[in-house]
């Protein structure tokens, strides 16, 4: 482990190396993964001028989706008879998590709850992030315990922009079984055929996609990307815009609006932890 060190506008980053692989991450920029370079060539897209300005939402690298992955219906949903608000994509990616242990090839950080996420989500938790590196291989596995007295509803997603320039969005796939998908721009259910990744906007949510992971083919002359995840995992999201280089392939344990529905939506147990894992490998 080289640091922490000032990376992107002065933010302290922790990087992580293994043989040609290099991981960079800001803790206080809501444990976001900035950079992942495997033999000199990045796997991950970032627009720093988003990382520099704390007012915006980050676009680029792998946010954290912590208590809940896209919107929800109004920003609110019901909780102990009363309406709670939750900005899209929660909070988890905009609060800064503290570090709990750097070495080498390691970095674990936490976030606990506090005044301002009870006041958006009334648990009591400890989550923990631990980003570990095995050659090519970064692993995410995120721990939650519920330190409250009732059960926790848990929606958790990842969000990773990889890398994929504009003229090589023909040749890029992203391996799906899926046969429906919601239609995130067309707010409505398809039937789901496959993936035009060169048209204008695609946000599409895969409804049935079977496999505890996926691969992205990112077209000639760049390394495919093999995504794996715990089985929680019952959701993939693919979005990209016409003109932006990049692909963003996404393990949700939900669909939108989950705390809401309570559709698909994980509980954990008083006094329980849950443990879920993503892979990445370039």
Request: charged letters at 20%; hydrophobic letters at 40%.
């Amino acid at each position: 482990m080289s640091g922490p060190f000032p990376g992107i506008a002065g933010l302290e980053t922790y990087a992580l190396e293994d043989g040609g692989c290099r991981v960079e991450v800001v803790p206080t920029r809501g444990a976001l993964v900035t950079r992942m370079v495997v033999d000199g060539e990045d796997v991950l897209y970032l627009d720093e001028g988003t990382v520099a300005d704390l007012t915006k939402s980050v676009r680029g690298g792998i946010p954290v989706l912590f208590p809940n992955a896209g919107p929800l219906p109004g920003d609110t949903y019901p909780a102990d008879r009363k309406a709670y608000s939750l900005p899209q994509h929660g909070f988890a990616r905009k609060l800064p998590w503290t570090v709990r242990q750097a070495e080498e090839s390691l970095l674990v950080l936490g976030l606990t709850s506090s005044e301002e996420t009870l006041r958006q989500y009334p648990w009591a938790f400890d989550a923990q992030l631990a980003f570990s590196l095995t050659g090519r291989r970064l692993t995410l596995d995120f721990d939650l315990e519920n330190r409250d007295t009732r059960p926790l509803p848990l929606h958790l997603g990842y969000h990773p922009y990889f890398r994929v320039p504009q003229g090589q969005k023909a040749q890029a796939r992203v391996e799906t079984d899926a046969t429906h998908a919601w239609d995130n721009r067309a707010k409505h259910e398809v039937p789901f055929t496959g993936l035009d990744l060169t048209a204008q906007e695609v946000d599409m949510h895969l409804r049935d996609h079977s496999a505890p992971g996926t691969v992205l083919e990112r077209g000639p002359g760049l390394s495919p990307v093999k995504l794996s995840w715990s089985q929680e995992f019952r959701m993939l999201v693919v979005w990209t815009l016409q003109g932006k280089d990049f692909v963003c392939v996404e393990p949700w344990t939900a669909a939108a609006g989950a705390l809401a529905t309570g559709e698909g939506l994980l509980h954990v147990a008083p006094g329980e932890r849950v443990s879920l894992a993503f892979d990445i490998e370039a």
